[in-house]
């Protein structure tokens, strides 16, 4: 089992709508989780990142973390066309140093 | 401005070389990290640093090799080892404690010839 699963994609969604990105993790020591947007042939850029349980709002960008069930996903409110790219969650475990676990990403794709 | 520095940006090497990625921080964070990302998938760790003179594995560091003499540098070197280099190099810093959150360089992609 990988540390951190995503949905490879594409997902697509039209303009507009909330797109809705998935994450699990494997271990419950877990404890902080990043989610990250990368543009193809560009380094990843931080969108946001939780500890706690529930959710957390930064502008179109909520992120909800559930440790019990072991996910955390990103909804992308009134998706844009520049929205389009990879997301990566990453997952930082307790012990592990400061080093973060990365997903493979989801890509997505906002339709006109 | 303040920022990780990643040089090359791109890089061809012949089989057989070893090269050396450069990556430069003038954050003043104390943890700095080197990733690996192949098309279509995540990042992999290949080694990181929490302190000058002091670095650890990361989870595939066969065929690299590092170093942390200063803070602000921490160069990446990829050996003849290597089995498979073409690769997108990454280097990332954060601060050592708190929201220990990465920033990342612009990367650099190494072709092996």
């Known amino acids: 089992q990988k540390e951190v699963e995503q949905n490879s994609g594409p997902l697509s969604v039209p303009e507009g709508a909330i797109a809705s990105l998935n994450c699990t993790y494997s271990?419950?020591?877990?404890?902080?989780f990043f989610w990250y947007r990368q543009y193809s042939g560009k380094s990843p850029e931080l969108i946001m990142f939780?500890?706690?349980?529930g959710d957390k709002e930064d502008g179109r960008f909520t992120a909800q973390l559930n440790k019990a069930s072991q996910y955390v996903s990103l909804l992308i409110r009134d998706s844009q066309p520049s929205d389009s790219a990879t997301y990566l969650c990453?997952?930082?475990?307790?012990?592990?140093?400061?080093?973060?676990?990365f997903g493979t990403g989801t890509q997505l794709k906002v339709e006109l | 401005d303040g920022g990780i520095t990643q040089s090359p940006k791109y890089l061809f090497r012949k089989e057989g070389q070893n090269v050396t990625l450069s990556c430069e921080q003038n954050l003043n964070h104390d943890a700095m990290y080197w990733y690996r990302q192949d098309p279509g998938q995540g990042l992999r760790l290949i080694y990181y640093?929490?302190?000058?003179?002091?670095?650890q594995k990361g989870d595939i560091a066969e065929g690299y090799s590092v170093s942390r003499e200063k803070k602000e540098s921490f160069p990446l070197t990829v050996t003849s080892a290597q089995k498979n280099p073409t690769a997108f190099y990454l280097c990332?810093?954060?601060?050592?404690?708190?929201?220990?959150?990465?920033?990342f360089g612009a990367g650099s992609r190494l072709t092996v010839l």
């Open positions: 271990d419950r020591g877990s404890q902080s």
């Open positions: 990453a997952v930082r475990v307790t012990g592990g140093g400061n080093k973060l676990t």
């Open positions: 990332a810093s954060s601060l050592a404690s708190g929201a220990n959150v990465l920033t």
């Open positions: 939780i500890y706690s349980n």
């Open positions: 640093s929490q302190i000058v003179n002091d670095f």
